[in-house]
């Protein structure tokens, strides 16, 4: 699998030497005949337009692919510059044959740049070694009014004979056209995900042409699925008469990978020795589960080696463990191999870091970016502690979902990104698709208890203690282990919105940030002068001392996309304020309670003897609000902002 890391942009671009544009010969016929096209009145804020979006898929009868993709844009503002910049993927069975780009400027002066313009780098930073890359080209005079296109070949004998052709862009689509030529005795299967089907123009039995024109823009928009989930896309099957990969079910692509890990978990004597000396002791099952996959999660480097098919074939686990390190799919294999030698079953389970990509209805391997195990639990191990990441299934019995990659995420728990996405549980028989599950929201827990005293100038000052749990807890771990201890201040006090200039962070504590198992708590000093307003003998205070949970993202009022939540969670304050000797509370802020059912909250504020109690709670129940209860979400967001500003009416007595 793939790492998710890839080469900074900006230093990508900075790699490449830049050249005075030199005039060459005409652009081809194409892409003029693009350029002279008139162009309907697009909106003030649309950077540029895709002129053209065009796939030519030849397939031979050896299984050979040859594709040829030619894109054309016209930039319309400086934002759309960088369309200028091309990026071309590749690895060891996808060779790049050709790759040309021109320009037209808006004054009519044509340019040309080549494949040896082009600069040639690997394409994630953090794998040891890998053969996926991708060749950059700067084609010159991008600016407004400039029409920019290009020209690539590839050629690949895929283990996966299928093809995806994204024709939605962020950009309006003038034309979209994609052709498949098939040799004689060949045919496909279509799969059409995020748009209704549009049947082809046949040529012969051999070749077929999908056509659109003036294709919508998909609109990027904060908070939103992934932009794979929501495009509109064609993914299709290639069949031939002695093709393998002919993939009719998820259970055929579970049996492809079967038959790819075959005796990768095999166990060598420096294996079992490395359990039992682990294992050595220990009481039950339980802990020698426990035991085994904190091993692999927190000793094993992540380190990507991939080449060729090595982007799904995990490496041997006595390599792995002897080397200590390997990507996602080899964690996944040591571990397995390791809880083989303790008994204990474990799956294969290929999936998406990106919620929403994979297409259920159409089977392929070719969506999986991530792999983790699938344990099968013994009879009474963990029934009730591990139910966030637990399902049951109806023929391997109960099945632990847990990720070795990912060392903040306790035993028990997955990732947020993971909660309620598909994957592919790969068994000796072969696969079944599984929706993992999505942990309850009190497992995802953030409870803030701040305890402040008011002076009578209006200061604010105390202690804030801030616990959590499950993803929340994961998170921190991620963010707060890789801040200096100037940014973990400035980190705090970026919670306080308009507060951050003025409030004063004191000593800070942290807890069991860098135990996995045990919830961390963070606990920090805090002064704000003139925090309360002061008017006619009144002190105005605003109960809700600590952050922001208002979301103003839903505020425009043509939004396209749902809106997406990375976990089910709840996020509770209790603030405690000792009022000044003096003063008494006039006015409180109103109650608040407010359930659309996928969204809750809830706040009130009371007073105990010279205490000033505020208490209210945030509840997500499910990751993902559908456009058509955003109005609902937006009113509801609305009542979280105004009690936010609500205040206590403080008087002398």
């Not at 004054?107 to 053969?131: H, P, Q, R």
């Not at 040591?334 to 030698?341: V, W």
Request: proline residues 7%; hydrophobic residues 40%; charged residues 20%.
């Amino acid at each position: 699998m793939r790492s998710k890391y890839l080469l900074d942009t900006a230093t990508l671009i900075a790699l490449l030497v830049p050249l005075p544009p030199l005039a060459s010969a005409a652009p081809p016929d194409w892409l003029q005949a693009a350029a002279r096209e008139q162009l309907p009145k697009y909106a003030d804020d649309v950077p540029a337009v895709m002129l053209r979006n065009e796939q030519i898929a030849t397939v031979k009868g050896n299984s050979e692919v040859t594709t040829v993709y030619r894109r054309a844009y016209k930039i319309l503002r400086p934002e759309g510059r960088h369309y200028g910049t091309v990026r071309i993927y590749f690895d060891s069975e996808t060779r790049l044959t050709s790759l040309k780009g021109w320009s037209i400027s808006a004054a009519g002066a044509s340019y040309d740049m080549g494949e040896k313009e082009a600069v040639d780098t690997v394409l994630f930073t953090d794998n040891f070694y890998e053969d996926a890359r991708q060749k950059v080209l700067r084609i010159p005079a991008a600016e407004p009014g400039a029409v920019v296109g290009y020209e690539y070949e590839q050629r690949r004998r895929p283990s996966v004979l299928q093809d995806r052709w994204l024709f939605q862009e962020e950009v309006p689509v003038r034309l979209a056209r994609f052709e498949v030529r098939l040799p004689s005795g060949w045919e496909y299967r279509e799969y059409w995900a995020n748009h209704a089907a549009v049947p082809p123009q046949r040529a012969g039995s051999s070749q077929s042409i999908f056509t659109m024109t003036d294709i919508p823009p998909i609109r990027v928009e904060p908070a939103m699925p992934a932009w794979e989930a929501t495009a509109g896309q064609l993914v299709i099957q290639y069949i031939g008469p002695n093709t393998t990969s002919n993939f009719k079910s998820w259970s055929d692509v579970g049996q492809w990978y079967s038959q790819l890990v075959t005796g990768r978990r095999d166990a060598s004597s420096d294996l079992r020795q490395k359990v039992a000396e682990l294992t050595a002791g220990l009481p039950g099952v339980s802990e020698k589960i426990r035991t085994l996959a904190s091993f692999v999660q927190r000793e094993v480097r992540y380190v990507a080696i991939e080449i060729g098919i090595g982007g799904y074939q995990p490496h041997y686990a006595q390599d792995i463990l002897k080397n200590h390190y390997g990507d996602c799919k080899d964690k996944a294999t040591l571990l397995s191999a390791m809880l083989q030698e303790i008994g204990v079953e474990s799956y294969y389970v290929l999936i998406n870091s990106r919620r929403g990509v994979v297409i259920p209805a159409f089977p392929s391997p070719l969506v999986f970016d991530h792999a983790i195990l699938a344990i099968r639990l013994p009879p009474g191990v963990w029934e009730e502690r591990t139910s966030a990441s637990a399902v049951d299934h109806t023929q391997q019995g109960r099945l632990l979902f847990f990720d070795p990659t990912d060392s903040y995420v306790p035993f028990g728990n997955l990732p947020s990104i993971l909660h309620s996405s598909y994957g592919l549980v790969v068994t000796p028989s072969g696969g079944e698709l599984a929706l993992l599950p999505l942990a309850p929201a009190p497992v995802n827990r953030v409870e803030r208890a701040a305890r402040l005293e008011l002076h009578a100038d209006g200061s604010l000052q105390g202690t804030v203690v801030e616990t959590r749990s499950g993803a929340a807890a994961a998170d921190f771990r991620g963010s707060w282990l890789n801040l200096s201890e100037a940014e973990r201040k400035t980190e705090i006090q970026r919670r306080f919105g308009p507060l951050a200039a003025t409030a004063d962070i004191g000593s800070v504590s942290v807890a069991s940030v860098d135990k996995a198992g045990e919830d961390p708590v963070l606990s920090y000093n805090l002064r704000v002068p003139r925090y309360a307003a002061s008017a006619g003998g009144l002190l105005l205070l605003r109960p809700r001392a600590l952050g922001a949970w208002a979301d103003a993202i839903l505020e425009s009022p043509d939004r396209q996309q749902p809106r997406a939540f990375p976990a089910a969670s709840v996020a509770i304050d209790i603030v405690e304020i000792n009022l000044p000797d003096g003063f008494a509370i006039d006015e409180l802020p109103p109650v608040v309670q407010s359930d659309m059912g996928t969204v809750s909250y809830s706040a009130k504020a009371e007073i105990q003897g010279k205490v000033l109690r505020y208490t209210r709670q945030l509840q997500v129940n499910d990751v993902l609000v559908s456009t058509p209860q955003l109005p609902e979400l937006r009113r509801l967001y609305r009542q979280i902002a105004a009690d936010e500003k609500a205040t206590a009416v403080l008087k002398r007595q």
